[in-house]
Structures are given as structure tokens and as C-alpha cells.
């Protein structure tokens, strides 16, 4: 942060202009809105689920009902355990009901980083797991017959600079080195394959196991194939508290009921309040904003990704976009640091939609919402087991519908003592330093990357 805010002092006459920016945008937020996004407007039929009734003894309480949680659920089901999942609010309130749907392999750092932080031979086995979280998630959509658009037509990081581009070509060798499915496009071939008219890219890469969904279907698919394994899924049962009794845990929820459990999963990423000590101070939760045109005209929509990739660029604050339902575009990227954020947090995503598809000009916006990621120091997710019987895992980083549906899936194996199943190593939480002040430098920190983004360095 330090060598950082050096670089910034040195380039403070360029950064002027971001401010002047960053303050008529803190000037714009206003009114708070509420959550309406095109998922929950295209839902299939919502599932049967209710709100925990009485106190109840099984094997496993999973609190939280996201792709994390419910792939817990199933694997644990389908290794005979007797498990509840106990979800605050409705179904898909959480990010796993609000995301993008892009099923994009790996995880962020390079293999590189990895073998810092891991050592070669679990490094190794970071990659290919996470490689292969895209073939989970559609293995998944087949296995049960999940009905949620599934189309698996590659994810596109394109450039914005030759600087950018070079990290990509690296990024993508390192991938195939090990077991990626990663090419290089050049300039015109990013140009055909997303469509845009302004040009904005000079090159970038394509992941092609990678593909879309809609997210909202996917969790509801969960939901159901893990009802048909047995799994007791409760909506509107928040969990209030949680505590060791003998060789058992007591899981307290906030309307009366009490469920005792030999194990307990805390599947509450971004959204985890306190539950745990030190857990939530593990994170920044970061909030996503994404909005949806109106459906497009056949002309209009044909000269955008006409085959269908999803697409995050390669700048430090990035913006990603796909195709949606009923031949709607949707952009998001990253948003303000407040609880909720208002409608003016929403005008930075439209300007950078319009420059990038001026066709786009005069489209309605009909959609926007937001929902919250969980980054950690670095941009991997944490596994943490810090009593007996007492599992967390945090942390998504923007990446989780591949990577949290095949670590639910691995975690469930693993409680049931298949130790390899999951090449995550257990950590000891450890909170961020000046946690209370981290959406203050991770603000200052966003708006100067968006700077060097501009600034093309
Ligand atoms: C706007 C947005 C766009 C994104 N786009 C993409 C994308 O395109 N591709 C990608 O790979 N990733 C994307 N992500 C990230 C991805 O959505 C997440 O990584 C993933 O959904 C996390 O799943 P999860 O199950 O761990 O957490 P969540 O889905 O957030 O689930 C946590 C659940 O815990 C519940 N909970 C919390 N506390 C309690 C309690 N006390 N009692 C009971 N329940 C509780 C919450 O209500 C919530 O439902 C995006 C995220 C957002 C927000």
C-alpha cells in the first residue's frame, strides 16, 4: 500500500481529474435501491421451502444457501449424512442469486503465486482443481438436469494496453502448463468475437471450458437436487448463534429453534455478520453492481458477442459483461463501499457500457442491482476450521460460481474424511489489519487503480 501511495504522490497532477471525479460521484449517491435484478424477473417457478419449524438434531447444519453451501449439502447427502441448510433470507439473496453467471476456471494469482504460497505440489493441485471448477459446475447442470441456460462458449479477458496484454500472455502459458484450456486472440479476433465498436482492446485471451448461466436457475437447480437427497433446506431461519455443547454444537436460530449437530459449515462469504470470531474481519466485502438493456433489436444484438462468451477485461477495476435473457446485454463492475449502494453508484457502469458500445446509446436500462463479494489479502478463498467440527469457507473474490460450487463439493467430502478431495490447506483465521478501516484504503486503492487503468500503465 505504501510503495502504492508513493506512486499515486508522484502522479498527482493526473489523479486530480479522478477526484474532482470521485466527488461528483460521491455527490450523486442519494436514494438507496432495492434489489431488482433480471434474474429474480426470470426465475423458474420458485421451490417449495420453509422456515425451520422445531428444534431438530442431524448430522450437519450448513448455514447459508449459496453455491457453497448447497454443494456442501448435496455431497454431504450423497455420502448419507442427515443435513439441514439454514438460509437467512429467501432463496438467492445471497451473491449466489445475483451474480453475473459467468463460469469462469482457476482463481485469480498466477501459478506462480501459488507456488509461493503453497509450495509447488500443492500449487499444482490449486490449478487443476480450479481449472476444472468450470467441468463441476456443468457436470453438476447435467447430473441433474438443472434448467438454467447453460452454454458453455469460453470466457474472454481482452486487453486494454499492451502492458495488460503481456500479464495475459503469461497467465494464459502458465494455465496450459497446467492443464488449462487457454489461447491467445489478437486485436481483430477480439474485435469479431466481442463485437464492440470502439476498438477499446489490443488482444487478450480466451478460457474455452468456460461458459454462462443463469445463476438464479443454477441455485434453484441445487436446491432441488439436494431436497431429492434428503436435504432439509430452510428459507427465512436465520442463525443467531452457535456453540459447543459436549461433543456436540447447538445451532441457536433467531426464531426460537435450536438444531444440534455433530459438524457445522459456515457458508456465509460475504455475507458473514459476526457468527464467528475474527471471520467477517477476514474480508473486504466489496459490492458488485451489474445492469441489463432492454432486449435488443435482432440488428443491434447480432454485433455484440455473437457467439456468446462471457467477457471481463483486463483492467485492475475491470468490467464484465455477457449476453442475457430475451437478448438483453448485462455489464457490471465494481461499486462503492456503503451498505446499499444508490442509484447514482449505477451512472459510472452505463458511461463505460456506452463507451465501449456506443450502439447501446439509446437503449433503455431496465434492470440494475448490486449484491457483495468477500476479496481476501490474496484473492484466494480461506479454509478454516477453527474448532473441532466447525468448518468456514470465505472468500469468493468475484470467482465463485465455478470455484465455490466445486469447493462445497470437495468440502463435503472432506468432512466425510476424504482428506485429498480438497487441495485447499486449513488456515487460522486471520483477521485484516485496521479491518474498520479497510473500505476507506480499499476505496482509495480503487480509485487510484482506476487511474493507472486510464492511464494505460
Ligand atoms: C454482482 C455479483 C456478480 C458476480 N459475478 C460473478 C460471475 O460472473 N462469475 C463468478 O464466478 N462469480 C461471480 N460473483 C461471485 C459469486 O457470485 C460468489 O463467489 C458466489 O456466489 C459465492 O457463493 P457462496 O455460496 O459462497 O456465498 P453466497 O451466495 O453469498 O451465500 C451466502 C449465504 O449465506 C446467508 N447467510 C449469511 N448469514 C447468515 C446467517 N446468520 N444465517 C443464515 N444464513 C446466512 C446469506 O443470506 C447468503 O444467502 C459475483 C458476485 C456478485 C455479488
Given at each position: 500500500?505504501?510503495?502504492?501511495?508513493?506512486?499515486l504522490i508522484k502522479i498527482r497532477k493526473k489523479a486530480f481529474p479522478i477526484f474532482k471525479q470521485l466527488q461528483t460521484y460521491m455527490a450523486t449517491q442519494s436514494a438507496p435501491v432495492g434489489i431488482s435484478s433480471i434474474w429474480s424477473a426470470t426465475a423458474n417457478q420458485t421451490l417449495s421451502t420453509q422456515a425451520v419449524g422445531q428444534s431438530a438434531s442431524v448430522d450437519v447444519v450448513v448455514v447459508g444457501a449459496g453455491y457453497l453451501g448447497l454443494c456442501t449439502a448435496l455431497s454431504l447427502a450423497e455420502g448419507g449424512a442427515r443435513v439441514m441448510v439454514l438460509e437467512q433470507g429467501a432463496?438467492?439473496?445471497?451473491?449466489?442469486?445475483l451474480n453475473g453467471g459467468q463460469v469462469i476456471p482457476g482463481v485469480k494469482p498466477i501459478p506462480s503465486q501459488l507456488v509461493q504460497l503453497y509450495g509447488a505440489h500443492n500449487a499444482e493441485r490449486v490449478v487443476a482443481f480450479a481449472n476444472g471448477s468450470a467441468d463441476t459446475v456443468f457436470g453438476l447442470i447435467a447430473k441433474h438436469h438443472i434448467d438454467c441456460d447453460a452454454v458453455r462458449t469460453g470466457w474472454i479477458q481482452p486487453a486494454v494496453s499492451a502492458r495488460s496484454l503481456k500479464a495475459l500472455e503469461v497467465r494464459a502459458s502458465l494455465h496450459n502448463r497446467w492443464g488449462g484450456d487457454a489461447i491467445m486472440l489478437d486485436a481483430k479476433e477480439v474485435q469479431t468475437l466481442i463485437g464492440n465498436q470502439s476498438g477499446a482492446y489490443c488482444g487478450g485471451w480466451m478460457h474455452r471450458s468456460a461458459g454462462c448461466v443463469h445463476p438464479l436457475n443454477?441455485?434453484?437447480?441445487?436446491?432441488?437436487a439436494a431436497q431429492q437427497q434428503g436435504v432439509l433446506v430452510c428459507t427465512h431461519s436465520r442463525v443467531s448463534g452457535i456453540r459447543k455443547e459436549g461433543a456436540h454444537w447447538q445451532v441457536h436460530t433467531a426464531s426460537g429453534p435450536v438444531v444440534r449437530a455433530e459438524q457445522v459449515v459456515l457458508a456465509t462469504n460475504a455475507y458473514s455478520h459476526g457468527l464467528w470470531p475474527g471471520l467477517q474481519q477476514t474480508v473486504?466485502?466489496?459490492?458488485?453492481?451489474?445492469?441489463?438493456t432492454a432486449p435488443l433489436a435482432d440488428g443491434v444484438l447480432s454485433d455484440i458477442l455473437p457467439k456468446r462468451q462471457a467477457v471481463s477485461d483486463g483492467r485492475r477495476v475491470m468490467n464484465y459483461y455477457r449476453r442475457g435473457p430475451q437478448g438483453r446485454i448485462l455489464f457490471g463492475g465494481r461499486g462503492p463501499f456503503v451498505e446499499s449502494p444508490s442509484s447514482g453508484a449505477y451512472h459510472d457502469l452505463i458511461r463505460a457500457m456506452h463507451a465501449l458500445f456506443p450502439q447501446l446509446r439509446d437503449v433503455p436500462i431496465e434492470f440494475h442491482w448490486s449484491g457483495k463479494v468477500a476479496l481476501t489479502r490474496d484473492y484466494l478463498p480461506h479454509i478454516h476450521r477453527p474448532s473441532a467440527g466447525l468448518w468456514a469457507v470465505i472468500g469468493c473474490n468475484g470467482r465463485g460460481v465455478g470455484l465455490m460450487s466445486a469447493l462445497g463439493s470437495a468440502l463435503g467430502k472432506q468432512i466425510q474424511g476424504h482428506q485429498d478431495a480438497n487441495p485447499f490447506l486449513v488456515s487460522a483465521i486471520e483477521r485484516l489489519p485496521l479491518h474498520q478501516l479497510n473500505h476507506m484504503y480499499a476505496g482509495a486503492l480503487i480509485q487510484y487503480y482506476r487511474l493507472l487503468d486510464q492511464l494505460g500503465q
Open positions: 500500500v505504501l510503495t502504492d501511495l508513493i506512486k432463496l438467492g439473496g445471497g451473491a449466489s442469486g443454477y441455485l434453484l437447480g441445487l436446491v432441488r473486504v466485502a466489496a459490492n458488485s453492481l451489474q445492469i441489463a
